[in-house]
């Protein structure tokens, strides 16, 4: 009997996807990998999915790519990983491309292409217990799957080329002190507060929502001028939501807004 390589639960307005290779500390594969793109692709699809969790079964969030058959140097010379790294990019596109609120609970390990899944995410909680590593330089690779993008620029680049060739853990408490994630939480209720942030989202204006992925994302290339332009096109397409005349109205009558999210 084969254990399919993600679980998704379907929950009120959000869905979770769980990576489910625990004997391999969810270590990636192809499979996997294409098995979440198509989730990915499916909650974007379906009007009523709001937001996304991602997370690991196991004591392992995801020790990145799998080493195996499909990455191991054989006698006819070396795997083509070019090939292999795009698929690890495809799925990374699609996390900051899917234009609904994306959580990550790290609940374990994110090692390699790992981290780079997580940094990739929305917003990262990290159990107290978990650790992120730049793997890549172990076993003599360099970092991909957008680890060198997001390193520099959410930790600094001092942090990041030490990290990047030494690879040394860095602990949730660590991570968040440095600014890599949003929070640390107690092993014990990461899934709790992952799951009740996750349902928060899945309540909030969801276009407004994919637009600021939109935005942050473009920020990291832009100037100035060019960031104030989609803000104001940004605010413009904002402005026309049946959400943002829910939040005025309820704002004027004292009560608390209930976004449709544009379903
Ligand atoms: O072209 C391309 O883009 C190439 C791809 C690049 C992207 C990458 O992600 S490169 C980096 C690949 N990942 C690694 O190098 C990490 C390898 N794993 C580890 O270093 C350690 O497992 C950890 C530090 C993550 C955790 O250590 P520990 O001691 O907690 O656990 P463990 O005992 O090493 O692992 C538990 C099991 O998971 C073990 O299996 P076993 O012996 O019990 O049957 C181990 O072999 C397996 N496992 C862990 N990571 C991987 C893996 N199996 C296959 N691939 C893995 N990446």
């Known amino acids: 009997m084969s254990i399919e390589p993600i679980r998704v639960e379907q929950h009120e307005g959000w869905r979770k996807l769980v990576l489910n290779r625990p004997e391999k500390l969810n270590a990636a594969n192809e499979a996997m990998l294409n098995a979440l793109l198509a989730a990915l692709d499916e909650a974007a699809a379906d009007g009523g999915c709001r937001a996304l969790l991602l997370t690991g079964e196991g004591r392992g969030f995801c020790a990145g790519q799998e080493l195996g058959p499909a990455v191991t140097p054989g006698p006819g010379g070396p795997p083509d990983l070019g090939r292999v790294a795009e698929l690890h990019h495809r799925l990374v ?102 799951e009740a942030l996750t349902a928060h989202l899945a309540r909030q204006p969801t276009e407004a929502l994919a637009m600021m992925k939109r935005m942050f994302s473009a920020s990291a290339t832009n100037g100035l001028d060019a960031q104030l332009d989609l803000e104001r096109d940004c605010q413009l397409m904002a402005g026309h939501s049946a959400d943002y005349a829910e939040g005025v109205r309820a704002f004027l009558e004292k009560r608390a807004p209930v976004f449709r999210g544009g379903a």
Request: glycine share 10%; proline share 5%; net charge neutral.
């Open 93 to 194: 596109r699609r996390l900051r491309g899917v234009p609904l609120p994306v959580v990550c609970a790290v609940n374990g390990v994110a090692a390699g292409a790992g981290a780079s899944y997580a940094l990739a995410c929305d917003i990262v909680l990290a159990g107290r217990g978990a650790t992120f590593i730049q793997a890549f330089v172990k076993i003599g690779l360099v970092p991909d799957s957008g680890a060198s993008f997001f390193l520099p620029r959410l930790i600094g680049e001092a942090r990041a080329r030490a990290l990047a060739m030494l690879g040394e853990p860095v602990d949730a408490a660590r991570a968040e002190a440095w600014g890599m994630i949003w929070k640390v939480v107690d092993d014990a209720r990461l899934q709790e507060e992952a």
